[in-house]
C-alpha cells in the first residue's frame, strides 16, 4: 500500500484536490480524517461524542481517538491501493503512530504534498465553503458554486456551513496548524518525502500540480 499525506493548513484546497485526484480513478483513495470524525459525530458513537467539543474550539482531537480510527481503517485497505491521506498526521506523535500501523501491513509513504495557501486566501476560501452532508461533496459560493444555490449538484441534497468554519474557530485552527502540524514540514522533509505545490488557481490546475509531483 502506497500513502501518500496531503499537508496544509485548513482551506488550502487538500479535500478539492483529493476529489479530483479520485475521480475516476479505481486506484486511489480519498481518506479524510476530518470526514471520519465528522461522521462519528454525526453517528453518536462515544468517539464521536468525545471529538466534538475539540472540533467546535478548532483543537486537535486527543490523538488516540484519531490514531485508531485511521488505522482501523488503513488495516481493511487492499495491499495494492494507493490511499490520499487528508489531515493525518496532524503532529509528529501521530505520524510516529502512522509509521508503526504502515510497518503493521507493509505500507509505505510514498510522498508528502504540502499545498501552499497564503492565509488571506485560506480565510477567504472558508468564509465561503459549503459542504454536502450526504455525500460530502464541496463547494464554495463564488469560487466554485453548484448549479442551484444551496443545493448539492451530485445528490440534490441542501447545503450546509460546516460548524467549524466561524472566524474564532478558524482563527484558532490556523494557530493550531502553525504549531502542531506545520513541523511535519521539516519531520518528512529528513526523510526527502516532501513536495511542495503552490496551491493558488483554480482547483483543477491545483489537481494537475499535484498529480504531477506523484510518484
Ligand atoms: P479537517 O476536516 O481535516 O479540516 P482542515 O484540515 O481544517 O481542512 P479543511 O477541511 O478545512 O480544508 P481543506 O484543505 O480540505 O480545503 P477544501 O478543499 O475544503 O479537520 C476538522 C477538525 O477535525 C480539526 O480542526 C480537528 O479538530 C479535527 N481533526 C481532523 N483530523 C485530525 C487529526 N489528524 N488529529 C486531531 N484532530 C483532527 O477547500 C476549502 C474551500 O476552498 C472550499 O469551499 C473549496 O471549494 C475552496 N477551494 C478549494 N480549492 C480552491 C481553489 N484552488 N480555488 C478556489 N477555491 C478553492
Keep these: 500500500m502506497k500513502i501518500v499525506i496531503l499537508l496544509g493548513a485548513p482551506g488550502s484546497g487538500k479535500g478539492t484536490v ?27 458513537t462515544s468517539a464521536g461524542v468525545e471529538a466534538e467539543g475539540y472540533m467546535k474550539s478548532g483543537a486537535l482531537v486527543p490523538d488516540k481517538i484519531i490514531a485508531q480510527m485511521v488505522g482501523d481503517l488503513i488495516a481493511g485497505l487492499d495491499a495494492g491501493e494507493t490511499v490520499l491521506l487528508d489531515g493525518f498526521p496532524r503532529n509528529t506523535d501521530q505520524a510516529a503512530t502512522l509509521d508503526v500501523t504502515l510497518a503493521g501491513c507493509g505500507g ?28 460530502g461533496a464541496g463547494y464554495h459560493v463564488s469560487f466554485l458554486p453548484p448549479k442551484q444555490e444551496g443545493v448539492c449538484d451530485a445528490c440534490g441534497a441542501e447545503l450546509v456551513t460546516r460548524k467549524d468554519d466561524n472566524p474564532e474557530t478558524v482563527k484558532n485552527r490556523l494557530a493550531v496548524y502553525r504549531e502542531q502540524t506545520f513541523p511535519l514540514v521539516a519531520f518528512y522533509g529528513a526523510r526527502d518525502l516532501v513536495r511542495k505545490v503552490d496551491g493558488l488557481g483554480y482547483p483543477d490546475e491545483v489537481a494537475e500540480r499535484v498529480r504531477k509531483v506523484l510518484p
Design 108 to 135: 509505505e509513504i510514498s510522498a508528502v504534498v504540502q499545498l501552499e495557501v497564503p492565509d488571506e486566501v485560506i480565510v477567504e476560501r472558508i468564509a465561503g465553503r459549503r459542504s454536502c452532508p450526504k455525500c
Design 18 to 44: 483529493a476529489a479530483r485526484l479520485t475521480a475516476g480513478d479505481a486506484a486511489l483513495r480519498h481518506v479524510s480524517s476530518g470526514d471520519l470524525l465528522r461522521d462519528a459525530v454525526r453517528r453518536r
